[in-house]
């Protein structure tokens, strides 16, 4: 089956960059998402990659490797308000029909 | 726009009571599926579908049922609720499983608890 890694946790400061890894094995991939999860709520969506390289929106770019099976998210200039969860998710055909799998998710907590 | 719309937002149920957790989008979207939520687990894929009459296995499909007669609506039905079942429930749409960059729409969660 899918299997997509992510680390559990980070602590950075207000202002810093942070850079969240996301590794993936999978069959018939058709794209990676990012998604951002405050405490008790719904994952939102952050971002979309399904070519090599890097994507940017603002203060979040994602990068994409499909030949590495690697995908990071890049926080810029954090806020307090990027204290959540980040879950990558990624894509794919190889199961039958198109779904969607999450990895875990990382923390990352914003300290002043 | 309602987006998507789950119910209810909390239930404790007894172990061996049976329940559905409804899910309802006015989007139009093919692609309905159901996730749960755990400590350390991430969100892992009950079941999905890609169309009504369509429904498929995701990870951890054992001990849930769910239909799809319409395109709005994709219940998720706890045939004989266990302990294990305790978890955070998201129903999540899409136009089509993330291909072409849709992404997911997510209901607020049911928080559900067996005793």
């Known amino acids: 089956g899918q299997n997509i890694d992510q680390p559990t946790e980070m602590t950075a400061t207000e202002g810093a960059i942070v850079q969240i890894n996301c590794t993936y094995q999978t069959s018939g991939f058709n794209g990676l998402f990012w998604y951002q999860q405050h405490a008790g709520e719904a994952p939102t969506f952050l971002s979309y990659?399904?070519?090599?390289g890097l994507e940017e929106k603002g203060r979040f770019s994602s990068f994409l490797s499909r030949s590495k099976g690697y995908s990071y998210l890049l926080l810029k200039e954090l806020q307090m308000k990027d204290s959540a969860s980040y879950l990558c998710a990624v894509s794919s055909s190889g199961y039958g029909n198109n779904r969607l799998a999450f990895g875990k998710g990382n923390q990352v907590v914003v300290i002043p | 726009n309602a987006g998507v719309t789950q119910t209810p937002k909390f239930q404790v149920l007894k172990t061996g009571q049976s329940m559905t957790l409804q899910c309802a989008q006015d989007?139009?979207?093919?692609?309905m599926s159901w996730y749960r939520q755990d400590p350390g687990m991430g969100l892992r894929l009950i079941h999905y579908s890609v169309g009504a009459g369509i429904t498929d296995q995701g990870e951890v499909p054992n001990g849930y049922n769910v239909s799809r007669s319409t395109t709005e609506d994709f219940p998720l039905r706890l045939l004989s609720a266990a302990p294990s079942q305790t978890s955070v429930y998201f129903c999540?749409?899409?136009?089509?499983?993330?291909?072409?960059?849709?992404?997911?729409?997510f209901g607020n969660g049911t928080r559900l608890t067996v005793t």
């Open positions: 999540a749409s899409s136009y089509a499983a993330g291909t072409g960059g849709s992404p997911l729409h």
């Open positions: 989007m139009n979207h093919e692609y």
């Open positions: 990659n399904v070519l090599d």
